[in-house]
């Protein structure tokens, strides 16, 4: 059975850092792509950041960029997302999402969107206030 866990989240001060991470077990991480998402309170699921399955592209949502890194470790079957100069509007529940792509290069695709996903963690809470 696929299985993402998230975890690393928490309470930080504004200005502060977390990382993030998500553990895959029942299949291997190497082939798949990667997203991380967030969801705050009354607000729809949007995109934070994704890395391609083969060349490692990237890619930030404008709100995160420079602030966060998405990174794997294949070798652990991890994925992270170190958060740094947290925000108070960066809290939200944080999920990490693999899929496998298919097709003629899409190894080399980040994909943005969460309906490319088939494969979702739980999610992790992160809050960030003084």
């Known amino acids: 059975q696929l299985q993402l866990v998230e975890s690393g989240g928490g309470l930080v001060q504004p200005g502060g850092s977390l990382r993030l991470s998500c553990a895959a077990s029942?299949?291997?991480?190497?082939?798949?792509?990667i997203g991380w998402f967030r969801q705050a309170p009354g607000k729809e699921r949007e995109g934070v950041s994704c890395?391609?399955?083969?060349?490692?592209?990237?890619r930030y949502a404008d709100s995160v960029k420079g602030r966060f890194t998405i990174s794997r470790d294949n070798a652990k079957n991890m994925v992270y997302l170190q958060m740094n100069s947290l925000k108070p509007e960066d809290t939200a529940v944080y999920y990490c999402?693999?899929?496998?792509?298919?097709?003629?290069?899409?190894?080399?695709?980040?994909?943005?969107?969460?309906?490319?996903?088939?494969?979702w963690g739980q999610g992790t809470q992160v809050t960030v206030s003084s």
């Open positions: 999402a693999a899929t496998l792509p298919s097709g003629l290069n899409s190894g080399y695709v980040c994909y943005v969107s969460e309906y490319d996903y088939d494969n």
């Open positions: 029942g299949f291997t991480l190497d082939y798949y792509a």
């Open positions: 890395l391609s399955s083969f060349d490692g592209s990237t």
